[in-house]
């Protein structure tokens, strides 16, 4: 992802993403399994750590998303204005888009 950030940029695309990470990825695990223990009301279900575990899956579904619609505008970059997508141009044309 912060191949996509051009280069003078790249420190301050890592300090966000690492604390959008953080935020969105690390903290809200606790929170989920605690609140859906406390509304199961039993302290050995199982419900909590498979509902944490089951969001990973939707996450990994919309990465694949999201690649497929990044190559689709690919396509469509590359053949407005001709150049292959293993062009190193390409990869400036794609920032200036």
């Not at 695309?13 to 969105?24: A, E, H, R, V």
């Not at 990825?25 to 929170?31: A, Q, S, V």
């Amino acid at each position: 992802m912060l191949n996509q950030v051009v280069s003078p940029l790249r420190t301050v695309g890592n300090s966000w993403s690492q604390m959008i990470q953080n935020l969105f990825g690390y903290m809200p695990g606790p929170i989920i399994y605690g609140v859906i223990l406390e509304l199961s009301g039993n302290p050995k279900s199982r419900l909590p750590m498979m509902t944490v575990q089951g969001i990973s899956i939707f996450c990994v579904v919309f990465l694949i998303i999201a690649r497929i619609i990044m190559d689709a505008e690919d396509r469509k970059l590359a053949k407005k204005y001709g150049i292959p997508p293993t062009d190193p141009k390409f990869k400036v044309l794609r920032i200036q888009e």
